[in-house]
């Protein structure tokens, strides 16, 4: 059972926008900044926003980042099939005194 | 450019330890804050430990503490992580990363290794 709240899938045609949710509580997204990561298959992480709304040199403006109380959104516009990934938010959590991550969103692009 | 190479991991018994290590190259390693966050089979992710940039303040997972420790030798551009009393549930893939901050309270891990695989079996 993971901390943070995530859809298990996602899916969208090529072109269209899809959102992700990231659901959490005071004491992670409530309190601090929300980081999304993009994982493609057989592959390690990579971040892809950072600090609720920066995206990190190199990641394309398609993908944007949002976040108001204890929630946070990833939206990605203009789906390409080179999306299908799974997604993963993450943020410190002041009560547990570490990092915790969503389940992950499996994304599939039809 | 940075790169974070795994190496120590394989196959261990049940109550047996292993020791993780991470050789950092392309950054200045005693700047970042670092981490091990593992992903076992067809699961998701899950932050493992982390440490600050000089060593002295290093968190842990619940399902890790007290017999997991983190580590780093700066002078080496290595990172450690020392796992004792392995279990059949700490099977997964380790990897290295390295946080955007010296002190990693935030979760932004900008560079990842590619992984080391650790398979705890009898």
């Known amino acids: 059972q993971s901390v943070l709240t995530q859809p298990p899938s996602a899916s969208g045609t090529p072109g269209q926008r899809v959102t992700i949710s990231c659901s959490g509580s005071n004491s992670n997204i409530g309190g601090n900044t929300i980081n999304w990561y993009q994982q493609l298959p057989e592959t390690a992480p990579k971040l892809l926003i950072y600090?609720?709304?920066q995206r990190p040199s190199g990641v394309p403006d398609r993908f944007s980042g949002s976040k108001s109380g204890t929630s946070a959104s990833l939206a990605i516009s203009g789906l390409q099939s080179e999306d299908e990934a799974d997604y993963y938010c993450a943020a410190w959590d002041d009560r547990l005194i570490g990092v915790v991550f969503g389940g992950g969103t499996k994304l599939t692009v039809l | 450019q940075v790169q974070l190479v795994e190496s120590g991991g394989g196959v261990v018994q049940p109550g047996r330890s292993l020791r993780l290590s991470c050789a950092a190259s392309?950054?200045?390693?005693?700047?970042?804050?670092m981490h091990w966050v593992r992903q076992a089979p067809g699961t998701g992710l899950e932050w493992v430990a982390g440490?600050?940039?000089?060593?002295?303040?290093?968190y842990y997972a619940d399902s890790v503490k007290g017999r997991f420790t983190i580590s780093r030798d700066n002078s080496k551009n290595t990172l450690y992580l020392q796992m004792n009393s392995l279990r059949a549930e700490d099977t997964a893939v380790y990897y290295c990363v390295r946080d955007q901050r010296r002190i990693p309270v935030g979760a932004t891990f900008g560079y990842w290794g590619q992984g080391i695989l650790v398979s705890v079996s009898s």
């Open positions: 600090n609720n709304n």
């Open positions: 440490l600050w940039y000089d060593g002295n303040n290093k």
């Open positions: 392309g950054f200045t390693f005693s700047g970042y804050g």
